[in-house]
DNA sequence: CGAATGACAGATTTCAAAATCTGTCAGCAC
DNA sequence: GTGCTGACAGATTTTGAAATCTGTCATTCG
């Protein structure tokens, strides 16, 4: 009857495009079957629910932002302390830039995040990761003070939460958010340095 | 017609008792003037709106929740490092008590302080004051590095949001959350002492 | 006279009926 | 057979009419 194949990664398309002009709450498996010119009987051969389609939306978009974002941080930047400056800053501006373009998709991205909690904490655990290897590097080097690699990195995320989680995405137009997001990360990189 | 004289403070326990009862979004003006036995039209003689007197609620609670913070921080604590932990520490504690004594009543205060931001930006400006006197106490004895007390107590502030602001109250539930904090705090106290 | 009332207009919320949606599946089309 | 359709039951959402609420004020009460 058409002359595409219908397969999962289509669908996830259009359930994007959909959410991305309705918003999460009123985007039904109808409407994505009506963009794809398919019956929504169709759309359950591929996903078992509505919830495992949602949850196929978000885990694709942040395996996207995962993968910008792994490729910003991959600069070398000489100490490691600098690297991790880098590499906190290039999360914050990401995050930021995709937060003011579309203000509502990005809501939107935040209500599917928080709906599938494992995907987000997923997501968490990269981040993580991608601090530790750093700051395992430093220690190696002597650069940064010894401890944990795992510990240090969970608390250096936790403690720039206002600038990067999306909880606060309402908070990152003030006017003084970029000096205050500097300070902050001023007094991590000074907590974290070999003394 | 009645033995009390009804005053605004009256109006004010009135209300906190009917938001305690039906949350937020369902109390109206005329349950808190049925609750004291009077007409609604006696509560408008106090207060010009129905939005001041919530804000006359959330302004009373916080002035409450100051007071006793307050009274918490005023412990000693040798080197200004330590002082610094116990009034954070403190602090924490005190809003998770609350939070978990009673969620749905701190979920309603939070919705109120969200609707007078003006009000909840003076609390968070006396938390930032009590911490930066710390802070201007310990650059001024050589304990802590030097740089701008006002500066840095905020950074302090931010760097502990996901501990103190009530938008992650949802959090301070998970097993982790009473590590996760003294492992933040670590980090600061590290960031911030003198080399 | 000062304090409280209750009727009122316009705005907001509630509620039940109608419409729509989710998920299943027997059957049609290729 | 494989892939799609559309009818269906029960759950959820929308809708608009009725109820309630906010804020004002002329009037009453002491």
Redesign the pocket.
């Known amino acids: ?2 002359g595409e ?2 397969d999962a990664e289509m669908i996830v398309s259009a359930t994007e495009e959909v959410l991305r002009r309705h918003g999460p ?9 009506r963009l794809l ?6 759309v ?10 949602r949850e196929a939306v978000i885990r694709r978009w942040l395996d996207r932002v995962r993968d910008d974002f792994a490729a910003a941080a991959r600069g070398p930047g000489r100490p490691p302390a600098e690297r991790l400056r880098g590499l906190l800053t290039a999360m914050f501006a990401a995050k930021w830039a995709k937060a003011k373009e579309d203000p509502e998709l990005f809501a939107t991205f935040r209500v599917l995040a928080a709906e599938h909690s494992s995907v987000a904490s997923a997501h968490v655990g990269f981040l993580v990761e991608q601090i530790r290897a750093i700051v395992a590097d430093g220690i190696g080097s002597g650069d940064l003070a010894a401890g944990e690699p795992e510990v240090i990195a969970r608390a250096v995320l936790n403690a720039t939460s206002r600038f990067h989680d999306p909880l606060h995405a309402a908070e990152w137009n003030t006017p003084g958010a970029v000096a205050e997001s500097e300070h902050v990360v001023a007094l991590i990189l000074d907590g974290i340095r070999a003394r």
């Open positions: 009857m058409r194949p219908l709450e009123k985007t039904t498996v109808l409407d994505v079957a010119g398919v019956s929504h009987g169709s359950y051969r591929h996903f078992p629910s509505k919830a495992a389609l």
